[in-house]
């Protein structure tokens, strides 16, 4: 989709009020002329105007905008905890419980070696239990 100069003006009028957040950049410009644009297309547009993208650094941002850093101690416990209670289902613990998104679930399972299940298994899979297949 190419942009026409006008589409282009209206978001760099955006830019600034919105500090360069490209998702708030979307949103506002939807809500100010009721005609919804990418963020894809955002981005590739402030690129190709040269214009210098921050990065997020990998931060997360809550529903109320408060930025957020990495998962703290009693956080990466609860998101342990919820494997075995959502058994291994990121996509019903997110739901469930509106904490954590799915990547954080999925992103924190993987680094605990945890068997990620998909909406549709049951069962409870433990430990990486296929490292064991073989060994007398």
Same mark, same amino acid.
């Given at each position: 989709?190419?942009?026409?100069?006008?589409?282009?003006?209206?978001?760099? !009028?955006?830019? !600034?009020?919105?500090?360069?957040?490209?998702?708030?950049?979307?949103?506002?410009?939807?809500?100010?002329? !009721?005609?919804?644009?990418s963020t894809f297309a955002i981005r590739t547009c402030l690129i190709k105007? %040269?214009?210098?993208?921050?990065?997020?650094?990998?931060?997360?941002?809550?529903?109320?905008?408060?930025?957020?850093?990495?998962?703290?101690?009693? !956080?990466? %416990?609860?998101?342990?905890?919820?494997?075995?209670?959502?058994?291994?289902n990121a996509k019903r613990a997110s739901k469930t419980k509106g904490k954590?998104?799915?990547?954080?679930?999925?992103?924190?399972?993987?680094?605990?070696?945890?068997?990620?299940?998909?909406?549709?298994?049951?069962?409870?899979?433990?430990?990486?239990?296929?490292?064991v297949e073989g060994e007398n």
């Amino acid at each position: 989709m190419t942009l026409t100069v006008y589409e282009v003006s209206k978001i760099f !009028e955006l830019v !600034e009020p919105c500090k360069g957040n490209i998702a708030e950049i979307a949103r506002q410009y939807a809500k100010k002329y !009721e005609d919804a644009i990418s963020t894809f297309a955002i981005r590739t547009c402030l690129i190709k105007r %040269k214009y210098k993208l921050n990065s997020h650094g990998g931060r997360r941002v809550s529903l109320d905008s408060k930025k957020r850093g990495p998962l703290k101690g009693e !956080e990466i %416990k609860e998101v342990f905890v919820d494997y075995f209670l959502f058994d291994g289902n990121a996509k019903r613990a997110s739901k469930t419980k509106g904490k954590y998104g799915n990547t954080t679930y999925l992103r924190y399972w993987k680094i605990f070696g945890l068997k990620i299940n998909t909406p549709g298994s049951s069962g409870l899979n433990l430990f990486l239990e296929d490292r064991v297949e073989g060994e007398n």
